[in-house]
């Protein structure tokens, strides 16, 4: 499992999230189940792509089988980050099939909505394939999901951008109109974090970017800014400063953006807008 996806923001871990969301669906019990199948009935199940994806999130299935069976084996072909066919059985299952069925849902919903993450990013990394413009996540996030779906961000082959508040400086209008000026925001920050730790200025007009430059900015993000004035952005920056663009990027103009020399294009659709995939599991009793 990626080391990074084991800490969650405010010290939960990933296994207390699987049992939340577990616990979710369970409630009290699940009664269907509970009244249909006998403890000691095994079986075996498979989950099939139903179209075109990449897979991320395989790790987190299996520690959601594993919490209601942890004798539970799993079996997989892919890795988190490989590109899977429609049709092709992403992984099977086998252990007692009660604990199949009522973590049948669960597991699928993490893996669906991480594959779509991860599959929504593939779709924009490949309309950069010649470019050196480095595609990042914002925090644009679901609440408590922000380490799995970051993590499904990089398995689609894109970067992420800070993690949360804590680390990155990331200078933003109002926190400018709450400092008087980025001049003052700017100064406030260096004296307020290590040197080690670079300093964002979100900018919407070329005042605010002449000001980031004067007060040396280590990045300037350019908020909403159509392709032209992009492109007068960076050649008034002249390599001073990082330029990360941001707002209204999609797969139409991605490219065109890029093209103009920008080195991050952040998007905050890849993970608040991605859709999830179609995923389905079959179960079949043991022979």
Do not use: W
Request: glycine fraction near 8%; proline fraction near 2%.
């Amino acid at each position: 499992m990626d080391p990074q996806i084991k800490p969650l923001a405010g010290n939960l871990s990933l296994a207390r999230l699987i049992d939340a969301a577990l616990e979710e669906d369970i409630g009290h019990g699940d009664i269907t189940t509970d009244s249909l199948i006998t403890p000691d009935a095994t079986g075996y199940g498979k989950i099939v792509a139903k179209q075109d994806l990449v897979i991320a999130g395989l790790s987190i299935a299996l520690m959601v089988f594993t919490r209601l069976d942890p004798a539970v084996i799993l079996k997989s072909d892919f890795k988190d980050g490989q590109f899977v066919t429609n049709g092709a059985t992403i992984l099977t299952v086998e252990g007692t099939m009660a604990g199949l069925l009522t973590a049948e849902r669960t597991a699928l919903n993490f893996l669906q909505r991480l594959s779509g993450i991860a599959t929504k990013t593939r779709a924009l990394v490949n309309q950069l394939k010649n470019s050196e413009t480095t595609l990042v996540d914002t925090r644009k996030t679901t609440p408590g999901l922000r380490v799995l779906e970051k993590y499904a961000v990089r398995m689609g082959g894109a970067g992420n951008h800070r993690m949360g508040l804590y680390d990155g400086v990331l200078i933003k209008d109002n926190h400018i109109a709450a400092c008087g000026g980025i001049k003052n925001a700017v100064a406030a920050a260096r004296l307020g974090v290590s040197h080690l730790v670079k300093i964002e200025v979100e900018v919407s007009d070329f005042n605010q970017l002449r000001q980031a430059l004067e007060a040396e900015a280590d990045i300037i993000m350019l908020d909403n800014m159509g392709p032209e004035k992009i492109n007068k952005a960076v050649a008034l920056v002249d390599g001073r400063a990082k330029i990360e663009v941001s707002g209204n990027i999609t797969a139409d103009n991605i490219a065109q953006v890029a093209k103009s020399g920008v080195d991050l294009i952040s998007v905050g659709a890849l993970t608040h807008s991605a859709v999830a995939v179609d995923l389905s599991m079959k179960i079949e009793t043991a022979s």
